[in-house]
């Protein structure tokens, strides 16, 4: 089968044999599948996780349709449509756990669910989980213009946020931000930008802020979080070290958690996708949860489907087709 393969000379597409499920997984035949942020990394021969390095088939997210069931898979048959995360996306088919898939609602086309697994997961986990929004509550969504930002902030909005503020650095996607629930946006590379959040907030702070920025405005997060808000470190895209005001903290009393998937066990990862589907599925099946689709390349297109992403103007999903 084809795969998008990190080999000794880069990343290209490259013929390797067709995996077999074992155990709890499934075998998927992979019909479109989306970019993230951390994908640039392994393409480059990064680590991520337990993924990277040469012989690395490239990816995190897919839609496609149940090619075969190993031994102890349950929950799906034969044939399903369906949407799921993990490694190995970006192949015709991929394998992936029995616990991290989602059935395909009947509206959606395969391009649509595959901008959803990873987003849905990651910010479910993120905003309600870890962040523990309540109805009323005030949220700022540091990177809030990324495919998992612009869902965070509908997660907010759907579960009654009385203020959502999103950030961008870019003044196009920061315009567009009212469209996926923002009440404030905000430029988070404008030093004046803590002062709008308090102001928003009525001088107090925000209850919740989740943050893809880290690094450069690690400082400025605490002083727009209110006494006693929480703060949930998602991402790094600023930077993973930068001076920390640890006075700050300790007066402000704020709970600091940080989550990755990368060191989760399967068993905490199935509990993440069992909760998304308890919690908001109504809400994605309905379509209020949805995410734009900024560009969709074929699979013999894959490298410009990452130039375009590392020239970082899209807004909401970059988007390969397999079939």
Not at 34 to 58: E, F, K, M, Q
Request: glycine share 12%; net charge neutral.
């Amino acid at each position: 089968m084809k795969a998008y393969v990190y080999g000794a000379s880069g990343a290209a597409i490259t013929e390797i044999p067709k995996p077999t499920p074992k155990g709890t997984q499934v075998l998927v035949r992979v019909h479109a599948c989306a970019l993230n942020r951390a994908d640039t990394g392994v393409r480059r021969g990064h680590a991520h996780g337990s993924a990277g390095g040469v012989g690395t088939v490239i990816g995190m997210e897919w839609a496609g349709e149940v090619a075969e069931l190993g031994p102890d898979a349950k929950g799906v048959r034969i044939g399903d449509r369906i949407m799921g995360s993990g490694a190995a996306a970006f192949a015709e088919y991929t394998l992936a756990d029995h616990g991290r898939l989602f059935l395909a609602p009947s509206n959606m086309n395969f391009q649509e669910m595959a901008t959803l697994p990873v987003a849905l997961a990651t910010m479910h986990n993120a905003v309600v989980t870890v962040g523990g929004l309540q109805s009323g509550q005030s949220v700022l969504i540091q990177g809030a213009s990324s495919g998992v930002g612009l869902m965070a902030m509908q997660i907010a909005w759907l579960k009654g946020a009385r203020i959502v503020i999103g950030s961008s650095t870019d003044s196009y996607r920061r315009g567009r931000l009212k469209e996926f629930g923002a009440d404030l946006a905000i430029d988070s590379s404008d030093p004046g930008w803590v002062d709008q959040v308090l102001k928003a907030t009525g001088g107090e702070g925000v209850d919740l802020i989740v943050d893809q920025i880290s690094g450069s405005v690690a400082n400025q997060n605490l002083a727009a979080t209110r006494v006693k808000g929480r703060i949930v470190n998602v991402g790094r895209l600023g930077g993973t070290h930068a001076d920390f005001n640890f006075d700050l903290h300790a007066a402000r009393r704020i709970d600091y958690v940080g989550v990755t998937f990368r060191t989760r066990t399967i068993e905490e990862i199935r509990d993440i996708f069992d909760e998304v589907k308890k919690d908001i599925w109504p809400a994605v099946e309905s379509r209020k949860l949805q995410l734009p689709i900024d560009k969709v390349f074929g699979f013999d297109e894959i490298d410009r489907a990452f130039e375009h992403m590392e020239a970082n103007r899209h807004l909401g999903k970059i988007v390969v087709t397999l079939s």
